[in-house]
């Protein structure tokens, strides 16, 4: 009982120290805080996947890995709306990483780590993306914004799918945690082009 208090407890904290540093920040530091925070996702990612793909999994891999050419076309439609296409893309991340994770070798702490990285820049980047009034939809930037979220969204469904068929199995997600960093790698890009 006291262990898990102080787990949760623990996690309440993270999870209140990277918010209280959000309220601080504004959008002209945002392309660097981006950066920075996505970086040290990026390494506790890495971090946690296997040095050694699993050779079991490689019949799995095969069954995925069409996605290359799409990828690259889907990051390249993204690449004209880069704080729209992170903010989705991280929201989607935290969808992925909510599923059934009994098969992944993450320990809480990491995992709570991970994902309030990723709640810290969805806060910040809607904070400066409400300045910029994406939620007018009739707009052409407005519409603009829904086709970006929706190409990330139908990105992502792709990796739900492959999840679910496969009852969340160990190969699915270090295929999984594959194409998450590849993601990451991608927003580090992306943020080289928001303009602060
Ligand atoms: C989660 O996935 C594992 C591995 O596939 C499975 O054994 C377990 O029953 C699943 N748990 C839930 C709650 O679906």
């Not at 623990?10 to 540093?21: A, D, N, Y």
């Not at 799995?60 to 880069?82: A, G, W």
């Not at 780590?113 to 910029?132: D, N, P, V, W, Y």
């Not at 679910?164 to 790698?185: D, F, P």
């Amino acid at each position: 009982m006291n262990t898990i208090l102080t787990k949760e407890w623990l996690h309440l904290c993270l999870v209140m120290l990277v918010f209280s540093k959000v309220s601080s920040q504004s959008c002209t530091s945002l392309r660097e805080q981006l950066s920075t925070t996505n970086k040290n996702n990026l390494e506790l990612l890495k971090s946690k996947m296997r040095t050694n793909f699993p050779l079991q999994c490689l019949s799995d891999m095969s069954d995925f890995m069409t996605n290359q050419e799409i990828l690259k076309e889907i990051q390249r439609s993204l690449e004209e709306n880069p704080k729209v296409a992170i903010h989705e893309i991280f929201q989607q991340i935290i969808r992925t990483f909510n599923q059934n994770l009994t098969e992944m070798a993450w320990d809480e702490n990491s995992l709570a780590m991970f994902k309030s990285r990723l709640h810290q820049q969805i806060q910040h980047l809607g904070t400066c993306l409400s300045a910029e009034m994406e939620n007018d939809i009739l707009s052409p930037r407005g519409q603009i914004t829904q086709l970006t979220r929706l190409r990330v969204k139908r990105y992502f469904q792709r990796i739900d799918n492959f999840l679910k068929e496969n009852q969340h199995s160990l190969c699915t997600w270090e295929i999984v945690q594959m194409e998450v960093k590849q993601c990451l790698l991608f927003v580090d890009q992306l943020t080289n082009r928001i303009q602060n």
